[in-house]
């Protein structure tokens, strides 16, 4: 009864996976992630050198190498298709390796990875490296949480051609350096739910959520009272896997390097702003220093869609 009680919790939940998973944690991620998405499953495979063929695709993210998560340090890997076929490309973190059905692949050292299973087949024809750093189909694509010009955001796996090479809509991933996103949430119909895998992060880097949703969007009924209730922060560090169900606000700061991992796809417009309605509640409250929301001031004068 805990574990389903567990399950249908709304909220925010963070596992750290660094040098072996904490599976109380990640267990219970992984329980609310299947309930709220019929087959689809998840797992975290800590210094493994294999991952087994299976009847579904598998979306595999690297997260450590002989046990850090570490870009200097490289790893070979092999994938073997159901005719004993073979391709082989260096891995490192914050690649994707793409396992279709029957695939089999096989490392030459320890690997930490992050394996989805999704019960949709590719439309699209997808390699088996996808690797933001070394393919050239891939470049920086300012948005979403990194809008700077100079931003550091690479579309590995996209619901659109027009921002990606590499379109399968039953996940998206995209790598990217998040210093101030905005404030916005998925909204629960028509929206999806996210993953923020960290792989490098600065001191002091947080994330800013809330689970007050409803209430941040009706600005003008928001009480004194319940201002401290709004809005939760957690400092990040490498290795974290936050889950951010459809419906929660969230918002990145101050220095994080993470694979954003959306399921399903990345939607368009389902990216709602929220800053507008958090500086609308400071000025109507006369919030300020301490006491006020904190929100991203070039998205605050208008309402954001995406």
Request: charged share 25%; glycine share 8%.
């Amino acid at each position: 009864m805990a574990q389903e009680i567990q399950a249908q919790k709304p909220g925010v939940q963070i596992a750290n996976v660094s040098n072996g998973v904490d599976n109380k944690d990640f267990e219970s991620i992984r329980e609310a992630f299947k309930e709220r998405n019929p087959g689809y499953d998840m797992t975290y495979l800590s210094a493994t050198r294999n991952v087994e063929p299976q009847d579904y695709t598998q979306v595999i993210f690297v997260q450590e190498i002989d046990g850090v998560t570490n870009q200097d340090v490289t790893g070979n890997a092999t994938v073997y298709d159901q005719t004993g076929s073979e391709k082989q490309s260096e891995a490192i973190v914050g690649d994707i390796l793409m396992l279709h059905e029957g695939e089999k692949l096989q490392f030459d050292t320890d690997m930490g990875l992050l394996v989805f299973k999704t019960p949709v087949k590719p439309k699209h024809v997808l390699p088996a490296f996808i690797r933001p750093d070394w393919d050239p189909n891939i470049t920086d694509v300012p948005g979403g949480c990194a809008t700077d010009i100079d931003a550091y955001r690479r579309i590995l796996l996209t619901w659109q051609e027009d921002v990606g090479e590499y379109i399968y809509h039953a996940l998206n991933a995209h790598r990217v350096r998040i210093y101030d996103s905005f404030s916005h949430y998925h909204p629960v119909e028509g929206g999806f739910d996210e993953f923020y895998l960290v792989q490098m992060v600065v001191p002091g880097a947080k994330l800013i959520t809330s689970e007050k949703t409803d209430m941040i969007t009706r600005p003008d009924q928001v009480e004194r009272s319940q201002v401290d209730e709004l809005i939760k922060e957690y400092e990040l560090d490498v290795g974290d896997l936050i889950y951010l169900p459809r419906g929660v606000m969230h918002r990145g700061y101050g220095g994080v390097l993470a694979q954003v991992i959306t399921v399903p796809g990345f939607i368009p417009g389902s990216e709602i702003g929220v800053d507008h309605h958090l500086r609308a509640i400071n000025e109507r409250l006369g919030l300020s220093g301490d006491e006020a929301l904190p929100f991203n001031e070039e998205h605050s004068h208008e309402a954001v869609v995406r």
